[in-house]
């Protein structure tokens, strides 16, 4: 792969830590990135979604008073030159990165030569070469990785699958429960978008296309993912093929509310989930006509005169999220549960196939692995797969410290699963529970913890705290039809975050709001499936709060007898726009981790004026030591409330019970 003159010079001369200038103009560092570079190239993907500033486009190609970049190598390895960083510095000149730092890693090739194959030709035209590739790796997979044959095919079959045969056959067919004695179907699962454009004809299941379905049709008369599914999946030595648009009713909510809980086995049980992850919808090739210098890895040899020469691999550290960050597939919701449930994935990126399993993620361009250092996603697969066949009974199996440790990781993600997937976009509201509810069912099953509607019962008085965008611009909303009850993340579009306190932050958290009921209705009975009604009946301090947005996020608080306005102590977040500004105000816990200060969490609640002491939730409040006039936490006994506090009854050691929709 090739690199520009200014990339040449920074392997020859003297090898020192210093900061070098790299290129001095806008316009070439773009026009390297034009003809290929394969360093200017990352570079100026890595900044070009970033506006320019307000200058005429001549203007860039004159020099700027300092470099548009700049570049270190120092040494990351404990053995010198191993490992090298290659670190450059994009000056926000011209760009406006906010001098972002981009970071590149030089592995010695007798390290790091496992990692690619010299011997494979690639097409720009074909993907034949790819598809055999990726036969190796499900081969090597199957053959000699312990962990994936000891979590592979767990003997589940779909109720429903595309009989798909051999790659001679022009037909496939739909299968209803295709198990064959005494042994397990191997097939794969498709993650596909559903895109904006019409499905042909075939390419969705209902009660008029079911006669056809059955008796088999032309793979040329489906969309063109279903045909690049099928392909890959024959190619990969498979004879069935499960495709929810093909495998569900999509004229029978009956059908979808007993097949969707189910999605859990059928990802899991699979022996491979094929990721159209390049494909906006189904009428879009997942192997277009592509740039083979995207493919090949970049060799350089050093000539400095200051030290002993190697070959090295040279490739970006951010080289595997910058390739899916903006890729359609990973900007759905459900594709969040479909790719950490499954065994094996390959991802169909347009550019090149990528795979995963637990024992390899790898790529065409480093088929035995890719390096160290390059950051990838889904990282929280091992951990849930470790737990599919565990229970709570092995966590009680645990010491006492041990299992605390098991318990604050899965909170951590938790979390971390909670806001990746409330950022992706559901085609259906209602399916917000739903599409998640495989791996709830996962860690409900080794937490034994109660699940309400997206939180947890143990954990539920700081779950509570859970809140929106912070992003300046982004917002969140509270849509029709129902899909939960407004205390949970789940009933508002926008991306999420929830609290976790883990096992030693904990004693510092006090209480100050107590759960009396949680109830959770939903359409099946099962807890993890879509929710169709809920209430909170809690009890705890209450008072009356009006706020007043006085300019762009600088809320004004009327709470006490008095208008306060402290930015500083108070942070307010509202869900979305409440019907009135007249709030009650109610405190779910304290933090005392820094005593003799303190910091107190609460919930910011509308009255739904259909029945007294009945809310929703409007948003949360934090406030610190000294906000709202409160140097010391008093409990809300001697504030003064307005007329309209409203409460179901009151508590006999004080405070007030109310009930939260």
Request: hydrophobic share 35%; charged share 20%.
């Amino acid at each position: 792969m090739m690199l520009c003159t200014a990339c040449c010079q920074i392997f020859v001369g003297s090898l020192d830590q210093r900061t070098h200038t790299h290129h001095l103009h806008v316009h070439d560092l773009e026009q390297a990135a034009i003809h290929k570079c394969h360093i200017c190239r990352v570079l100026w993907n890595a900044v070009s979604d970033h506006p320019r500033q307000s200058k005429q486009p001549k203007e860039y190609e004159k020099p700027f008073p300092n470099p548009v970049s700049r570049y270190y190598i120092r040494c990351k390895s404990a053995a010198r030159k191993s490992i090298l960083e290659l670190g450059f510095t994009v000056n926000k000149n011209g760009i406006d990165t906010w001098g972002r730092s981009i970071t590149f890693c030089l592995q010695n090739m007798n390290v790091a030569g496992s990692h690619i194959d010299n011997n494979v030709t690639y097409s720009p035209n074909t993907w034949a070469p790819s598809m055999s590739g990726a036969l190796k790796w499900l081969s090597r997979c199957q053959a000699t990785h312990t962990r994936c044959r000891s979590s592979s095919v767990s003997g589940y079959t779909p109720t429903r699958l595309l009989q798909i045969g051999q790659p001679s056959f022009e037909k496939i067919r739909l299968s209803l429960c295709p198990q064959r004695e005494g042994t397990a179907v191997q097939y794969a699962t498709l993650s596909h978008c559903w895109g904006t454009s019409k499905p042909s004809n075939y390419s969705t299941l209902n009660s008029i296309s079911l006669k056809n379905l059955h008796e088999g049709v032309l793979i040329s008369e489906l969309d063109q993912v279903f045909q690049d599914a099928v392909f890959t999946a024959r190619s990969l030595g498979l004879g069935f093929l499960w495709i929810d648009s093909l495998c569900i009713f999509q004229d029978s909510k009956a059908d979808w509310q007993r097949e969707a809980p189910l999605m859990t086995h059928v990802y899991s049980g699979a022996v491979i989930n094929i990721a159209a992850t390049i494909a906006a919808g189904c009428d879009v090739s997942c192997f277009p006509e592509r740039d083979l210098s995207l493919i090949q890895p970049c060799i350089i040899k050093s000539a400095w005169d200051d030290c002993e020469n190697h070959q090295y691999i040279l490739y970006h550290n951010d080289f595997r999220d910058a390739t899916f960050k903006d890729l359609p597939l990973m900007k759905r919701a459900w594709v969040v549960q479909e790719l950490l449930l499954a065994p094996r994935i390959l991802h169909l990126t347009g550019s090149q196939l990528f795979w995963e399993c637990y024992e390899l993620n790898a790529c065409e361009t480093y088929p035995g692995g890719l390096p160290p250092n390059i950051h990838e996603q889904w990282l929280t697969r091992d951990i849930l797969w470790n737990l599919r066949f565990s229970s709570k009974s092995d966590l009680e199996l645990m010491g006492r410290n041990t299992a605390n440790e098991e318990i604050d990781t899965m909170r951590k993600l938790w979390k971390t699963i909670v806001e990746i997937y409330t950022t992706a976009r559901l085609t259906y509201g209602t399916d917000k529970l739903i599409a998640l509810s495989g791996i709830s069912k996962i860690i409900g099953r080794y937490l034994g913890d109660e699940y309400c509607a997206g939180l947890w019962r143990t954990s539920l008085v700081t779950d509570l705290f859970w809140f929106g965008p912070s992003v300046r611009g982004e917002k969140c909303s509270r849509p029709n039809p129902y899909r939960a009850p407004s205390w949970s993340w789940a009933s508002v579009d926008g991306r999420s975050s929830v609290p976790i306190f883990v096992n030693g932050q904990l004693e510092d958290i006090q209480a100050l709001t107590n759960i009396i009921t949680c109830e959770v209705q939903t359409a099946t009975g099962d807890p993890f499936g879509i929710v169709t009604g809920g209430f909170l009946r809690v009890s705890g301090p209450l008072a009356t709060i009006q706020l007043e947005l006085k300019h762009d996020d600088e809320w004004h608080v009327f709470f006490d007898g008095a208008w306060w306005n402290d930015k500083v102590r108070l942070y307010i977040r509202l869900d979305c726009t409440p019907s009135t500004y007249h709030l009650h105000c109610l405190p779910l816990f304290l933090d005392n981790h820094q005593l003799p200060t303190w910091n107190m969490s609460c919930l910011l609640l509308e009255p739904t004026r259909k029945a007294r002491g009945q809310f929703k939730r409007a948003g949360i409040l934090h406030a610190f030591s000294g906000a709202m006039g409160m140097q010391v936490w008093t409990n809300f006994e001697d504030t003064k409330n307005e007329n309209w506090l409203e409460y179901e009854s009151r508590c006999d050691g004080g405070g007030y019970v109310i009930t939260i929709l």
